[in-house]
């Protein structure tokens, strides 16, 4: 358990902050779901007009309205953590210098999340399968490597 703690706090304190990614613009719909109740990001026309450069093909415009263009089935339960997002004054919406601030923030904890809860199930695998010192190993190869 110790270990994957320490892999969490590897991850949301790493320097490496943001890669420009397709998932850049999905937080901001999910924004959209929270705030306005839709996948439509018409609310954030003018901004995402401003800010091109980031978002760039992520966004698309259809019967002129303006939709992520990406699939969100694989990624719908980060709702609730841009709702607390949100409950605590991020707005993914916020863009200084080209990045997407709150996005970025948002993203890198639920990428940490992620790695951590798999670490633990792929621990588990190997426990299944192995000693404990050696799932360690195993594990400590796989995700630190």
Not at 71 to 90: D, E, H, K, M, Q
Not at 123 to 139: H, M, N, Q
Request: proline content about 3%.
């Amino acid at each position: 358990m110790l270990l994957s703690l320490i892999i969490l706090a590897l991850i949301i304190f790493s320097r490496n902050n943001y890669r420009d990614c397709d998932s850049s613009g999905c937080v901001l719909t999910f924004q959209a779901i929270v705030i306005h109740g839709t996948i439509k990001l018409d609310a954030y026309r003018d901004m995402l007009k401003q800010h091109n450069a980031v978002y760039g093909s992520r966004i698309m415009t259809k019967n002129n309205h303006l939709f992520y263009n990406y699939p969100l089935g694989t990624s719908i339960y980060a709702v609730p953590f841009v709702w607390l997002a949100n409950c605590i004054g991020r707005d993914m919406s916020t863009i200084v210098n080209n990045v997407p601030i709150d996005d970025m923030r948002v993203q890198k904890v639920l990428s940490a999340l992620i790695v951590t809860v798999c670490f633990i199930l792929v621990y588990g695998l190997c426990r299944c399968f192995l000693a404990p010192l050696s799932s360690i190993i195993l594990e400590r190869q796989c995700f630190l490597s």
